[in-house]
């Protein structure tokens, strides 16, 4: 048994409520309770739960109120939606519904394809898009019991001073688990922040951040609220491939996303490659423009590019898959990945 | 302190004083007496714990009991009707798909869940809808005989043109 601890817990059904309740709590800090007193615990939004449930069940946060998002009724929070040509995707939009959604499965179809690839059945109806891109990083030093990370001590991202995959080391290596995070990064997508000071579009890749500890770019109190895929061009070629101990369940220990725009005659405009499950942060590969642009992606293309993501992504022992298999894998999904693209469509 | 929600379960409209901590999970199985629904890992890995909300197979270990007010939750208590088992049961039954019957309730609402939706599936439809749940004892084989063969019951009993709709 695994029993959560004490909380207090609300269902606002307005955006602005559940904001202000956030607000006032403050993500991740304490507040003094009403007379000023008592300290409280942080404040936590929780939509689907499959991965703060279980996080909390582990004692991996603190918590004194949760917030649930599910009854909230503005409409830009569910659904798939074309605004400008450009397909919006409310937070709490349901995997299933995600990967079952007509208009994302004709315009965006390898991110349709991702959000059916995560967890099991049950976790899709559950699990929502805003929870998956927001989802904590995971490390297997981490994501344990209270007994089993007390007894090994505990770690940088939680009571401890030191880091158990690379000692010695000042910030928090876990690794983005999300396979919807590396997906919407190669896309270019935009995550859209309300607080209740305000309301901005930042681009996911700005939203993410590199240190395991504060993985998100979010002020205390802002949600995201809905995603922006940009309209793909004539000429698209995408794909995301996965790596993962079972072919059902389990989060990547590796995954790769790719996204190509050719030119009518083949040439390649513009390709993106996108490596993740490495630490915190989706790795955006660099320099690939040299390499491809403006030539045909054929296999001696895809091999410079497999070269380059081989070069710069290095796997840590932050989960229990061998990081030397893991890095030998890396340019073996590139190939996987850009060869797929090529036969889509 | 406990808190009050109500939902609907197998049928029954009830009312629970929970602690906003409790899972639907503990709610069922401490508060309402209904056993059924296991308690596996207690973390999502399993599907044990599996029942429907409004219809969807969802993990009762990972739901707040709190979240389900005004709800729709079936358990596998409520899969038999007056007193007839549900082809499902019948065909675990027949095609040996129990051992020690722990992943059972959980398989028996995944594939629920499935054949209302869909009554003609292919093997391959029903090893994905049970993906997400874990048998330690059996092999899958049978479980995935007596899916397809409960499903074909229900979609000739829902073909039939007496006595059709819902099995
Ligand atoms: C066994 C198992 C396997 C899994 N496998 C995978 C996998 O293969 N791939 C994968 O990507 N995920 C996987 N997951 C993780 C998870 O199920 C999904 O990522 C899911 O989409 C998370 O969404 P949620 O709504 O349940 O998030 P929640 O648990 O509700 O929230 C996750 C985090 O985001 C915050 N949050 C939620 N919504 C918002 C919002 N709108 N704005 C700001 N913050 C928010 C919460 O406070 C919390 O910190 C798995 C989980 C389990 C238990
Ligand atoms: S990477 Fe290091 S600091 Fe971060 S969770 Fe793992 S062991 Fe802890
Ligand atoms: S007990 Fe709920 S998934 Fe295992
Ligand atoms: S019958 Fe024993 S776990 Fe499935």
Same mark, same amino acid.
């Given at each position: 048994?695994? @029993?959560?601890?004490?909380?207090?817990?609300?269902?606002?059904?307005?955006?602005? &409520?559940?904001?202000?309740?956030? #607000?006032?709590?403050?993500?991740?800090?304490?507040?003094?309770?009403?007379?000023?007193?008592?300290?409280?615990?942080?404040?936590?939004?929780?939509?689907?739960?499959?991965?703060?449930?279980?996080?909390?069940?582990?004692?991996?946060?603190?918590?004194?109120?949760?917030?649930?998002?599910?009854?909230?009724?503005?409409?830009?929070?569910?659904?798939?939606?074309?605004?400008?040509?450009?397909?919006?995707?409310?937070? +709490?939009?349901?995997?299933?519904?995600?990967?079952?959604?007509?208009?994302?499965?004709?315009?965006? @179809?390898?991110?349709?394809?991702?959000?059916?690839?995560?967890?099991?059945?049950?976790?899709?109806?559950?699990?929502?898009?805003?929870?998956?891109?927001?989802?904590?990083?995971?490390?297997?030093?981490?994501?344990?019991?209270?007994?089993?990370?007390?007894?090994?001590?505990?770690?940088?991202?939680?009571?401890?001073?030191?880091?158990?995959?690379?000692?010695?080391?000042?910030?928090?290596?876990?690794?983005?688990?999300?396979?919807?995070?590396?997906?919407?990064?190669?896309?270019?997508?935009?995550?859209?922040? #309300?607080?209740?000071?305000?309301?901005?579009?930042?681009?996911?890749?700005?939203? +993410?951040?590199?240190?395991?500890?504060?993985?998100?770019?979010?002020?205390?109190?802002?949600?995201?609220?809905?995603?922006?895929?940009?309209?793909?061009?004539?000429?698209?070629?995408?794909?995301?491939?996965?790596?993962?101990?079972?072919?059902?369940?389990?989060? @990547?220990?590796?995954?790769?996303?790719?996204?190509?725009?050719?030119?009518?005659?083949?040439?390649?405009?513009?390709?993106?490659?996108?490596?993740?499950?490495?630490?915190?942060?989706?790795?955006?590969?660099?320099?690939?423009?040299?390499?491809?642009?403006?030539?045909?992606?054929?296999?001696?293309? +895809?091999?410079?590019?497999?070269?380059?993501?081989?070069?710069?992504?290095?796997?840590?022992?932050?989960?229990?898959? &061998?990081?030397?298999?893991?890095?030998?894998?890396?340019?073996?999904?590139?190939?996987?990945?850009?060869?797929?693209?090529?036969?889509?469509? | 302190?406990?808190?009050?929600?109500?939902?609907?379960?197998?049928?029954?409209?009830?009312?629970?004083?929970? #602690?906003?901590?409790?899972?639907?999970?503990?709610?069922?199985?401490?508060?309402?007496?209904?056993?059924?629904?296991?308690?596996?890992?207690?973390?999502?890995?399993?599907?044990?714990?599996?029942?429907?909300? &409004? *219809?969807?197979?969802?993990?009762?270990?990972?739901?707040?009991?709190?979240?389900?007010?005004?709800?729709?939750?079936?358990?596998?208590?409520?899969?038999?009707?007056?007193?007839?088992?549900?082809?499902?049961?019948?065909?675990?039954?027949?095609?040996?798909?129990?051992?020690? *019957?722990?992943?059972?309730?959980?398989?028996?609402?995944?594939?629920?869940?499935?054949?209302?939706?869909?009554?003609?599936?292919?093997?391959?439809?029903?090893?994905?809808?049970?993906?997400?749940?874990?048998?330690?004892?059996? *092999?899958?084989?049978?479980?995935?005989?007596?899916?397809?063969?409960?499903?074909?019951?229900?979609?000739?009993?829902?073909?039939?043109?007496?006595?059709?709709?819902?099995?």
């Amino acid at each position: 048994m695994l @029993p959560l601890p004490p909380i207090r817990y609300l269902a606002p059904k307005r955006l602005r &409520d559940a904001l202000e309740l956030l #607000e006032q709590g403050g993500r991740g800090r304490t507040a003094p309770d009403g007379d000023g007193a008592q300290r409280r615990g942080p404040v936590l939004p929780i939509a689907g739960g499959t991965d703060l449930v279980p996080n909390l069940k582990h004692r991996l946060l603190d918590v004194e109120l949760l917030v649930d998002l599910t009854r909230i009724e503005e409409p830009h929070l569910r659904g798939v939606r074309e605004v400008a040509g450009h397909l919006h995707v409310g937070a +709490l939009t349901s995997l299933a519904a995600a990967a079952a959604d007509p208009l994302l499965r004709q315009r965006h @179809p390898t991110l349709a394809g991702a959000y059916r690839q995560i967890g099991s059945p049950q976790l899709r109806n559950m699990g929502t898009v805003g929870g998956n891109l927001c989802l904590d990083t995971r490390c297997t030093y981490f994501n344990q019991t209270a007994f089993w990370r007390a007894a090994l001590g505990h770690c940088l991202k939680r009571k401890g001073t030191t880091c158990h995959v690379v000692p010695g080391a000042r910030g928090c290596v876990a690794a983005c688990s999300s396979d919807g995070a590396a997906l919407l990064t190669a896309l270019g997508a935009e995550a859209r922040v #309300e607080g209740v000071a305000g309301d901005r579009w930042i681009p996911v890749e700005s939203l +993410l951040q590199s240190e395991g500890r504060r993985h998100l770019a979010l002020l205390p109190g802002e949600l995201v609220t809905e995603l922006r895929v940009p309209a793909a061009p004539p000429g698209r070629r995408a794909a995301y491939e996965k790596l993962r101990m079972r072919e059902a369940i389990d989060f @990547p220990v590796l995954s790769v996303a790719a996204v190509a725009d050719l030119a009518p005659g083949g040439a390649c405009r513009s390709l993106r490659v996108v490596v993740s499950a490495l630490s915190a942060r989706p790795r955006v590969v660099t320099g690939l423009g040299d390499l491809v642009e403006g030539r045909p992606l054929d296999d001696a293309a +895809l091999e410079r590019v497999a070269a380059q993501a081989y070069r710069q992504c290095h796997p840590l022992a932050n989960m229990t898959a &061998d990081p030397a298999w893991r890095r030998a894998m890396v340019p073996v999904l590139v190939r996987r990945a850009l060869r797929r693209a090529m036969e889509a469509r | 302190m406990k808190e009050s929600v109500r939902f609907v379960v197998n049928g029954d409209p009830v009312e629970v004083l929970v #602690e906003p901590g409790a899972t639907l999970l503990e709610c069922l199985r401490q508060d309402l007496g209904l056993t059924g629904s296991k308690q596996g890992c207690d973390k999502g890995d399993c599907g044990a714990c599996t029942v429907l909300l &409004d *219809g969807r197979a969802v993990l009762a270990c990972l739901v707040l009991a709190r979240s389900v007010e005004g709800r729709r939750v079936t358990t596998v208590e409520g899969l038999a009707e007056a007193g007839r088992l549900h082809p499902l049961q019948e065909a675990f039954d027949t095609q040996g798909a129990a051992q020690c *019957g722990f992943c059972t309730p959980g398989m028996l609402m995944s594939a629920c869940a499935l054949i209302e939706e869909n009554d003609q599936p292919s093997r391959q439809d029903v090893r994905e809808a049970l993906s997400g749940n874990l048998c330690r004892c059996t *092999g899958y084989t049978k479980i995935l005989d007596a899916v397809v063969k409960a499903a074909g019951e229900v979609h000739q009993a829902r073909a039939a043109p007496k006595g059709g709709g819902k099995p």
